[in-house]
C-alpha cells in the first residue's frame, strides 16, 4: 500500500520540476535597448517647478485625480506623472519605427 502512494508523489513531483523548468528567453537587441535617452526625462523625486524650468511649459495638463492626487504633463516626446508636487513617474511617448513602405 506504501509503495504505490510513494510512486504517486515521485511521480507527481517529477512533473511539477520538469514544469517548473520550461521558460522562454526573450532577447532584445542591444541596439533597441533604451533607444531613446531617459537621461533628458525628469527624475523621481524632481518639482513641478523644477520641472518647468528645464523643459518649459508642457503642452497639456491632465488635472489631478484619485488619492493621492495624481496629475500628468504631456511634453512632445515625453509625459511626467506626478504625486502631488513631486515627480513620481516620466515615459518617452512611443514612435512607431517606419517601415519605408
Same mark, same amino acid.
Given at each position: 500500500?506504501?509503495?504505490?502512494?510513494?510512486a504517486?508523489?515521485?511521480?507527481?513531483?517529477?512533473?511539477?520540476?520538469v @514544469?517548473?523548468? @520550461?521558460?522562454d528567453?526573450?532577447?532584445?537587441?542591444?541596439?533597441?535597448?533604451a533607444?531613446? @535617452?531617459?537621461?533628458?526625462?525628469?527624475?523621481h !523625486?524632481?518639482?513641478?517647478?523644477?520641472?518647468?524650468?528645464?523643459?518649459?511649459?508642457?503642452?497639456?495638463?491632465?488635472?489631478?485625480? !484619485?488619492?493621492?492626487?495624481? *496629475?500628468?504633463?504631456?511634453?512632445?516626446? &515625453? *509625459?511626467?506623472? &506626478?504625486?502631488?508636487?513631486?515627480?513620481?513617474?516620466s515615459?518617452?511617448?512611443?514612435?512607431?519605427?517606419? *517601415?519605408?513602405?
Amino acid at each position: 500500500m506504501m509503495k504505490p502512494l510513494i510512486a504517486v508523489f515521485a511521480a507527481t513531483g517529477l512533473l511539477l520540476t520538469v @514544469n517548473l523548468t @520550461n521558460a522562454d528567453t526573450l532577447q532584445i537587441p542591444i541596439g533597441t535597448q533604451a533607444s531613446q @535617452n531617459s537621461a533628458s526625462l525628469p527624475s523621481h !523625486g524632481s518639482s513641478t517647478q523644477t520641472v518647468l524650468q528645464r523643459h518649459g511649459e508642457p503642452l497639456k495638463r491632465q488635472a489631478a485625480v !484619485g488619492q493621492p492626487p495624481i *496629475s500628468r504633463w504631456d511634453y512632445a516626446d &515625453f *509625459s511626467v506623472y &506626478f504625486e502631488y508636487d513631486h515627480v513620481v513617474h516620466s515615459v518617452h511617448h512611443h514612435r512607431p519605427a517606419h *517601415s519605408g513602405e
